[in-house]
T-cell receptor, first 114, second 112 residues
Framework: DQQVKQNSPSLSVQEGRISILNCDYTNSMFDYFLWYKKYPAEGPTFLISISSIKDKNEDGRFTVFLNKSAKHLSLHIVPSQPGDSAVYFCAASGSGGSNYKLTFGKGTLLTVNP | DAGITQSPRHKVTETGTPVTLRCHQTENHRYMYWYRQDPGHGLRLIHYSYGVKDTDKGEVSDGYSVSRSKTEDFLLTLESATSSQTSVYFC???????????FGEGSRLTVL
């Protein structure tokens, strides 16, 4: 049973435009959400996170939005750059003593075309 | 960059042979994890450790065992490798509470 879902395996955008990556979750105990970026032949690297007490977190070109009622979060990249081309993983952790474990989605391959 | 070293980085082995992957950290983080990445599955947790000699299973632990005798080292063992264990294995570390993990560069294992 997949608790974190990234329903788009891939996304292609033009350089300079907005990239929107989506993520849905089913476990209402999740209260902390993260996005990771992964280049080929490298380990994933942390990008941005958001706590369930917020609905938006911004860091430069990257903004994460959280809609708790819909159990949905999205990552916005503006403007998109060719160097942003990578696989993006959505991840979530829960409370109740399990918040040191992350559950990951399957990832979305973002391609930014020059 | 977090100090995480995985070894070996690449390994080809035959079905039925034992394999051990090593993760070494220099950050003194309490939590260590082993994930595998497969096409169509994303990152799946195999085992994790919350302290020396304290380990627990993740979602895909069958066929794997782990040991942590020192804070800095976390070993993943495949007692008898199978072709379904062909994958890229990532070690990760964490201080704990927020869930932010730092990943190693991965170990690519091919089981023939």
């Amino acid at each position: 049973d997949q608790q974190v879902k990234q329903n788009s395996p891939s996304l292609s955008v033009q350089e300079g435009r907005i990239s929107i990556l989506n993520c849905d979750y089913t476990n209402s105990m999740f209260d902390y959400f993260l996005w990771y970026k992964k280049y080929p032949a490298e380990g994933p690297t942390f990008l941005i996170s958001i706590s369930s007490i917020k609905d938006k977190n911004e860091d430069g070109r990257f903004t994460v939005f959280l809609n708790k009622s819909a159990k949905h979060l999205s990552l916005h990249i503006v403007p998109s750059q060719p160097g942003d081309s990578a696989v993006y993983f959505c991840a979530a952790s829960g409370s109740g003593g399990s918040n040191y474990k992350l559950t990951f989605g399957k990832g979305t391959l973002l391609t930014v075309n020059p | 960059d977090a100090g995480i070293t995985q070894s070996p980085r690449h390994k080809v082995t035959e079905t039925g042979t034992p394999v051990t992957l090593r993760c070494h950290q220099t950050e003194n983080h309490r939590y260590m994890y082993w994930y595998r990445q497969d096409p169509g599955h994303g990152l799946r947790l195999i085992h994790y450790s919350y302290g020396v000699k304290d380990t627990d299973k993740g979602e895909v632990s069958d066929g794997y065992s782990v040991s942590r005798s020192k804070t800095e080292d976390f070993l993943l063992t495949l007692e008898s490798a199978t072709s379904s264990q062909t994958s890229v294995y990532f070690c990760a570390i964490s201080e704990g509470y927020t869930g932010e993990l730092f990943f190693g560069e991965g170990s690519r294992l091919t089981v023939l």
